[in-house]
């Protein structure tokens, strides 16, 4: 959110938001190829290996903060080249006091000054982790034992992550246009849905594109469902 422009901020959000489902999708399926084959501890080394050009990646390309930069005021040239590259407004440093403030006296204040904001806030991150999660966790291992294979258990997830990514930037294209609130509870009434089609109908006997249709339209409901906090709070951190 630091480091886009605040007029392409939503889009910005959305995209990188995106890639976590895509990354997804290729463990998936580089999961079910791997398994049957060469077993955990070859996919876990997998992995562990392709950590290693991602930290170099992140160490050396991704800028620093503008926001941390602001409190450093020796670091000005440095914040002002990266304020300037990526079209962002000047940073402001933060009120005097204010950096060396403890967590909790930080969030006291920010609930103080908007309690229900924070709330529904704090809300929204957790039933979206908890959405997530679920069915990350869960929904392979329920696959599995409804008797699917153990290649099509592992890459199940695949149309769910494939749909998160494609279905994510829209979403926060349809914030722009219809507000934050129309998406978010459309995006609940698709996951619902699709949660309800799993739990009464999954089963071996209605087939492996069935199953992969009700992942489809569950990543539907959830591009929506996690774009929208993400978004809601880079537009009331303030």
Sequence with gaps: AELSPPGRRPLAISLTVASLPLGLTLCSLTAATMLPVLGWKMLFLTGAA???PCFLLFACFVPESPGFLATRPH???ERERIEALLSLPPSEPPPAGHADASLGKRFTQLFTAAPVTTACLFVLFLTTN???????SWIPTAISKLGFSLA????????????????????GWLMGRFGLGMVCAVALAISGIAMVLMGTYASVGIGQ????????????????FVTVPSVSWTGSRT
Excluded: K
């Design 75 to 77: 670091r000005a040239a």
């Design 130 to 136: 908890m959405f997530g999660n679920m069915a990350l």
């Design 209 to 224: 594109p069935a199953i992969s249709g009700m992942m489809a339209m569950s990543g539907l409901g959830c591009a929506g």
């Design 50 to 52: 392709l950590a290693v």
């Design 152 to 171: 099509f258990s592992s890459g199940s997830l695949a149309s769910w992550t494939t749909v998160t990514v494609i279905a994510t930037p829209v979403a």
